[in-house]
């Protein structure tokens, strides 16, 4: 199916039924003439529906760079990015914003909370944003904060929470628009170990229960051992991709992380 002649992203396409994510000979480069850096070089990467994926390497091997282009914040140089079928870049900027309120969640380091908001707020905000009702987008903001165990500091501002709580009310915010594909960059980065342990643990938790997609970039071979799958990146190109490298774990609740 070609995309839809409004522009409009549909979620449907004719690409493999099982890859919701697929790149052909992408890559991505950044200035012009003597000053360009290249980024990413001609990757080629399937990411099936329902996978936790780790993209691992360095830094500057372009792994956040390709996260970026699969949650439409940035658009390759050349090459083609399908997500659920449909060719991101054949979207206007309006219809890529939609994509990412309505299919994609997104999750940062820096939790990327706004700081001057409760809780509650911050989780409302992509909802307000989806032009869902009042009364809808603050029963489903509760509803998601008692999920990430947060019921009892949902009132509460940026300042007055954990690192852990911060990165729950984070998840809450990504997971509140019920996406298909959930983007996480080093979401344990700012965290000790037994807190960021909890995260996986909760990510691992939703994945199942909303058979999500998960694309996490990070440092930690820990956490690339939890995904399903460890996709390595250097200078641009993937160096491996090792299947099926996932670790069972049990999950462990950490409430007050």
Same mark, same amino acid.
């Given at each position: 199916?070609?995309?839809?002649?409004?522009?409009?992203?549909?979620?449907?396409?004719?690409?493999?039924?099982?890859?919701?994510?697929?790149?052909?000979?992408?890559?991505?480069?950044?200035?012009?003439?003597?000053?360009?850096?290249?980024?990413?070089?001609?990757?080629?990467?399937?990411?099936?529906?329902?996978?936790?994926?780790?993209?691992?390497?360095?830094?500057?091997?372009?792994?956040?760079?390709?996260?970026?282009?699969?949650?439409?914040?940035?658009?390759?140089?050349?090459?083609?990015?399908?997500?659920?079928?449909?060719?991101?870049?054949?979207?206007?900027?309006?219809?890529?914003?939609?994509?990412?309120?309505?299919?994609?969640?997104?999750?940062?380091?820096?939790?990327?909370?706004?700081?001057?908001?409760?809780?509650?707020?911050?989780?409302?905000?992509?909802?307000?944003?989806? $032009?869902?009702?009042?009364?809808?987008?603050? +029963? %489903? @903001?509760?509803?998601?904060?008692? /999920?990430?165990? &947060?019921? *009892?500091?949902?009132?509460?501002?940026?300042?007055?929470?954990?690192? $852990?709580?911060?990165?729950?009310?984070?998840? +809450? %915010? @990504?997971?509140?628009?019920?996406? /298909?594909?959930? &983007?996480? *960059?080093?979401?344990?980065?700012?965290?000790?170990?037994?807190?960021?342990?909890?995260?996986?643990?909760?990510?691992?938790?939703?994945?199942?229960?909303?058979?999500?997609?998960?694309?996490?970039?990070?440092?930690?071979?820990?956490?690339?051992?939890?995904?399903?799958?460890?996709?390595?990146?250097?200078?641009?190109?993937?160096?491996?991709?090792?299947?099926?490298?996932?670790?069972?774990?049990?999950?462990?609740?950490?409430?007050?992380?």
């Amino acid at each position: 199916m070609a995309p839809p002649s409004d522009g409009q992203f549909n979620g449907r396409g004719d690409r493999s039924e099982n890859a919701l994510v697929q790149v052909r000979r992408l890559s991505k480069t950044y200035g012009e003439g003597e000053a360009a850096v290249t980024v990413l070089r001609a990757l080629d990467l399937d990411i099936d529906a329902g996978r936790i994926v780790a993209l691992c390497g360095p830094s500057g091997s372009g792994k956040s760079t390709l996260l970026n282009i699969i949650g439409c914040l940035d658009r390759p140089t050349s090459g083609t990015y399908h997500l659920a079928g449909q060719d991101m870049s054949a979207l206007d900027r309006t219809a890529q914003a939609a994509a990412r309120l309505t299919y994609l969640g997104f999750i940062f380091q820096s939790f990327h909370l706004l700081p001057d908001i409760t809780a509650l707020e911050n989780v409302m905000l992509p909802l307000q944003y989806a $032009g869902i009702p009042l009364a809808e987008r603050r +029963a %489903r @903001a509760e509803s998601m904060l008692a /999920r990430v165990e &947060l019921t *009892d500091r949902m009132h509460h501002r940026p300042n007055q929470l954990s690192g $852990g709580q911060k990165q729950r009310v984070a998840i +809450a %915010r @990504a997971c509140v628009s019920r996406p /298909r594909l959930l &983007l996480a *960059d080093e979401p344990t980065g700012a965290l000790d170990t037994r807190t960021g342990r909890a995260v996986l643990d909760l990510l691992e938790e939703i994945h199942a229960e909303e058979a999500l997609t998960i694309v996490i970039v990070t440092h930690d071979n820990s956490v690339a051992a939890w995904a399903h799958q460890r996709i390595d990146l250097r200078d641009g190109r993937i160096v491996s991709s090792p299947p099926d490298a996932h670790v069972e774990t049990t999950p462990t609740h950490h409430p007050t992380a």
